[in-house]
C-alpha cells in the first residue's frame, strides 16, 4: 500500500490535491490545482511531537514536507483529516510508517520566536515586534502592495483593488474620528506610517504615528519627507507607553491591541484615554475571537510561535467592557469587518505568490515559507468564523456631552482615492 494513496483518501478525495510521497508514490489528478509532497520520513518526527497544524508547520519550514500551486486549497482540505476514510488496511500502514519514523532526530526551526524576560514589558515587546516586522521593508511591499498597510482593507465594492481597499480603510477611520483641518492625531502601532500621513495628506491634520519597529520608523519617515508631509505628520521608533504629549483630539489604534495582553488591556485603554481632550475619540481596529471564551485559540500554536509572538486575542464583549469599565471612553459604534480580512489576505498571498521568487530572495526561503501557510491559513480562519477584526469606535464624553452625530456620517466617503499610491 502506497503513501500517497493513503495521504488522498486521508485529506481529499475529490482531485483538489495531487500527493506524492518520499516511497515514489503518487495519487490524484496531474492537473490538482495543488501539490503535496511528503519529501522525507523526518516529517512524521515533527507531526507526532507537534501534532495538527504545528508539527505540519515545522516539517513544511525544514522542507521536509513541500506544496506547489494552490495552497489556500491544500490548507482548506489538509486542516480537516477524515480518518474514516481510511479503511483498516490503509489506516495499518499510516500507522506502521508513523512508529517507524517517529524517533528521527528533528528540531524546532530556527524562525520560531524565542522571547526571554516578563511577558509584554517593554524589552520582550520590542523584540517581539523585531521578531516578525524587522525582516525587510522589500519584502514587504512585495506582499503588502504600495500602500505597505498591513491590516484588514476595507472593500468598497466587491471588485475594489488591495489598494483602494486601504485607502478606504484609513479614510474610514478617519471619518470615524471626524478628522478635521488643525486637529491634532495619536495613531498608535503605526506601522508603515498609513494612517499618519493619510490623516496629514486629506484632512490637514497633525498626525504621530508610534511604532516598535525601527525599520519601519525609517521607512515612514522617509516616504512622510518625499510627500512633503514633515510640518503635518511624524512617525516616531517609541513604545506606546513613552508618548509624552497628550490632549489629541483623536487616536487611532489600527491592529496594536493584539500584541498588549489581556491583564494589560485595562491599563492600556486608561492610558489612552488619557491622552484625549474632552469630547476626543479612539477608533480601536483589532482581530478579536468570536466568543470571550473559545478553546480554539492556541497561545503556544503556529502563529504565536511562528508570526505574533505574544499575540492575544479576546472577545468584543470582553473588549468594549474593558474600554468602558477601566476609562472614561464611552462606546458608540461597532462593526465586524471579518470578510474585509478574508479578501484582504486573499489579495496578499496573490502578492506573495506572483513576487515568490523575490520574497525568498528578501526574506529567505525558510521565512517565506512561513508566510505562506501564515497568509492563507489566516484567511481560513477569518472565513470560518474562527477569528473576526472589529471596529470600536469610542468617544471621552465632555461634561456628558458626546458630540457625536445623532445617526452616523462616515458611510461616504468625503475624498476620491488617488489613481495610484507612491511606492518606496
Known amino acids: 500500500m502506497k503513501l500517497a494513496e493513503v495521504f488522498h483518501d ?146 468598497p465594492t466587491a471588485d475594489a483593488t488591495l489598494e483602494e481597499a ?37 484632512y490637514g491634520v497633525h498626525a504621530l504615528g508610534v511604532t516598535l519597529s525601527q525599520a519601519q520608523a525609517e521607512w515612514a519617515q522617509e516616504r512622510i519627507a518625499e510627500s512633503g508631509l514633515e510640518g503635518l505628520a511624524e512617525v516616531r521608533h517609541l513604545d506606546y507607553r513613552d508618548v509624552a504629549e497628550s490632549d489629541f483630539d483623536a487616536i487611532s489604534s489600527i491592529g496594536l491591541t493584539e500584541h498588549i495582553g489581556k491583564a494589560n488591556l485595562p491599563d492600556y485603554f486608561a492610558f489612552l484615554c488619557d491622552k484625549l481632550r474632552a469630547g476626543g475619540r479612539l477608533l480601536n481596529h483589532c482581530i478579536m475571537r468570536p466568543r470571550n471564551t473559545d478553546p480554539t485559540i492556541k497561545r503556544r500554536g503556529f502563529i504565536n510561535r511562528y508570526v505574533f509572538p505574544d499575540g492575544e486575542l479576546e472577545g468584543l464583549g470582553h473588549i468594549v467592557s474593558v474600554m468602558q469599565d477601566a476609562s472614561d471612553l464611552e462606546v458608540r459604534h461597532e462593526e465586524n469587518l471579518r470578510e474585509h480580512y478574508a479578501k484582504t489576505l486573499t489579495d496578499w498571498s496573490a502578492n506573495l505568490e506572483a513576487n515568490w521568487d523575490e520574497c525568498v530572495a528578501e526574506a529567505g526561503e525558510r521565512r517565506a515559507r512561513v508566510w505562506r501557510l501564515y497568509i492563507p491559513g489566516s484567511r481560513l480562519g477569518f472565513e470560518r468564523n474562527e477569528i473576526q477584526l472589529h471596529q470600536v469606535l469610542a468617544v471621552k464624553p465632555d461634561a456628558g456631552r458626546s458630540g457625536m452625530p445623532l445617526r452616523p456620517t462616515w458611510e461616504a466617503s468625503a475624498v476620491t482615492p488617488p489613481s495610484e499610491t507612491v511606492a518606496g
Open 166 to 202: 486601504q485607502y478606504e480603510k484609513h479614510d474610514l477611520v478617519a471619518r470615524k474620528l471626524d478628522l478635521k483641518p488643525g486637529m491634532r492625531l495619536l495613531d498608535v502601532g503605526c506601522g508603515w506610517g498609513g494612517m499618519v500621513m493619510h490623516a496629514a495628506k486629506h
Open 10 to 155: 486521508l485529506f481529499a478525495g475529490d482531485g483538489q490535491i495531487r500527493f506524492s510521497a518520499y516511497d515514489g508514490s503518487s495519487s490524484g489528478p496531474e492537473d490538482a490545482p495543488a501539490h503535496l509532497s511528503v519529501v522525507s520520513p523526518r516529517a512524521w518526527a515533527h507531526l507526532v511531537r507537534a501534532p495538527g497544524q504545528l508539527g505540519f508547520a515545522r516539517a513544511y519550514v525544514d522542507g521536509e514536507i513541500d506544496l506547489d500551486g494552490d495552497v489556500y486549497t491544500a490548507l482548506r482540505n489538509l486542516w480537516d483529516p477524515q480518518l474514516s476514510n481510511l479503511g483498516p488496511i490503509k489506516l495499518a500502514r499510516l500507522s506502521a510508517e508513523v512508529t517507524r519514523n517517529a524517533a528521527q532526530r528533528v528540531r524546532r526551526p530556527p524562525e520560531e520566536a524565542r522571547l526571554a524576560g516578563r511577558r509584554h514589558s517593554k524589552q520582550r515587546d520590542a523584540a517581539a515586534i523585531s521578531h516578525h516586522y524587522d525582516v525587510s521593508n522589500r519584502f514587504y511591499h512585495l506582499v503588502l502592495g504600495p500602500s505597505m498597510t498591513y491590516t484588514c482593507a476595507v472593500y
